[in-house]
């Protein structure tokens, strides 16, 4: 099955600095890359996506950029803001196959935005 | 409340006990999803419902059984758990396998 794994575990920034987070995969099949954000006791959100047809995908102030042959994907973040501050996932499903719809998580990134 | 809803929201049970996890989805979607959120690992799917269809039941031990009698209503029945069992289960949504998941609240469940 598919195996994902997320790096850093955590992650220290200054308000107004840029955060990455990385992902690997191992299923080449895999074609769908959601991000999730979960606040301190809150449900994890959706904030963006990527499917693999495209390399790259922005919005706002969030940005996904994937690269197949290699297998990864990051989560880029301009202009960090304190609110920014939640534990971020990455996973990976893909439409066809025994892992169809089914995602697979990475092991989450808390990410902390200093004022 | 809109979305994906859950309950309760939080659960103390014995281990003997036999208690049950409710949600609720009220987006008109047609895949429902069981995870469960233990600290510092990684969110674990456990069932997949499909057009009220379990589709993936990923090794889950037999002291937790899910039910789907309609597209809006995930059950999961839980029976004489372990402490190890303790953490936080989510429950997901989307409108078809392979789409967007949106979460529930959760249910923090205590395992004595």
């Known amino acids: 099955g598919e195996n994902v794994e997320q790096h850093p575990s955590t992650l220290s920034v200054q308000e107004g600095d840029s955060a990455v987070i990385k992902c690997t995969y191992s299923d080449s099949a895999s074609n769908y890359f959601p991000w999730y954000k979960q606040e301190l006791g809150k449900r994890p959100q959706l904030i963006i996506d990527i499917r693999s047809n495209v390399g790259e995908k922005k919005d706002q102030r969030i940005a996904v950029t994937l690269n197949k042959t290699a297998k990864h994907f990051s989560l880029h973040i301009t202009e960090t803001q304190p609110e920014d501050s939640a534990v971020y996932f990455c996973a990976a499903s893909s439409d066809g196959g025994t892992s169809y719809g089914k995602l697979t998580f990475g092991q989450g990134t808390i990410l902390t935005v200093h004022p | 409340e809109t979305g994906v809803t859950q309950t309760p929201r939080h659960l103390v049970m014995g281990m003997t006990n036999k208690k049950s996890l409710k949600c609720e989805q009220h987006l008109g979607h047609n895949a429902m999803y069981w995870y469960k959120q233990s600290a510092k690992k990684p969110l674990e799917l456990m069932f997949v419902?499909?057009?009220?269809?379990?589709?993936e039941n990923n090794s889950v031990p037999s002291r937790f059984s899910p039910e789907c009698p309609n597209s809006s209503h995930l059950f999961l029945h839980l029976h004489t758990l372990q402490p190890e069992d303790s953490a936080l289960y989510l429950c997901?949504?989307?409108?078809?396998?392979?789409?967007?998941?949106?979460f529930g609240p959760g249910t923090r469940l205590t395992v004595l």
């Open positions: 997901a949504s989307s409108h078809d396998l392979g789409n967007e998941q949106f």
């Open positions: 419902y499909s057009l009220e269809e379990r589709v």
